[in-house]
C-alpha cells in the first residue's frame, strides 16, 4: 500500500503533460479479460517498447497477478488476463458472500528508446458475482 501511496503522490508532483494515461475498469471475478493498452512517450505520442510488464494489485496492497511480461509488443496492445478471484478476506462477512468490489490497479511498466521508462497505472475494481 505504501508504494501505491507514494506512486500517487509523485504523480501529483510531474507535470501534467507528462503523467501515465489513467483509465477506470471493472473486471468481473472469474472472467476472462482482454486488457487494451496503448503505449505512449511522454508527450502522449505512441511508442513501441522494447520491454514491458504488468501486474494486478489490490489498493490495500495484495498481488492478485505477479509481475507478468507482455508479448508481442507493438504500440497497442491486448493483453490477456486470466480469471482471477477474491484474495481472502476481503470478501468474507460471517459465512455469507457480499457482492462487493476491490479496488485494485493494473500497473504496466514499460521501456523504450535510450533507456526511456514510463508505468502507466489503470484503476478499477474487481467485482464479484454472489451465488445465487
Known amino acids: 500500500m ?5 506512486a500517487g503522490l509523485l504523480l501529483l508532483a510531474v507535470p501534467a503533460a507528462a503523467q ?3 483509465t477506470r475498469y471493472n473486471y468481473n471475478e472469474g472472467s ?5 493498452i496503448t503505449f505512449r512517450d511522454d508527450a502522449g505520442a505512441p511508442v513501441t517498447p522494447s520491454a514491458a510488464t504488468y501486474r494486478i494489485v489490490t489498493l490495500a496492497g ?14 497497442s496492445v491486448e493483453v490477456p488476463v486470466a480469471p482471477i478471484t ?11 458472500r457480499l457482492p ?7 500497473v504496466v511498466t514499460y521501456t523504450w528508446g535510450a533507456a ?3 508505468i502507466d497505472w489503470y484503476w478499477g475494481a474487481l467485482l464479484n458475482a454472489p451465488a445465487p
Open 2 to 6: 505504501r508504494r501505491l501511496i507514494a
Open 62 to 75: 495484495t498481488e492478485l497477478v505477479a509481475t507478468t511480461a507482455i508479448t508481442p509488443l507493438a504500440s
Open 100 to 106: 462487493v468490489s476491490v479496488p485494485m490497479a493494473f
Open 86 to 96: 477474491f484474495p481472502a478476506g476481503e470478501l468474507v462477512v460471517g459465512n455469507a
Open 20 to 22: 501515465p494515461v489513467v
Open 32 to 36: 476472462n479479460y482482454k486488457f487494451p
Open 116 to 118: 526511456q521508462q514510463r
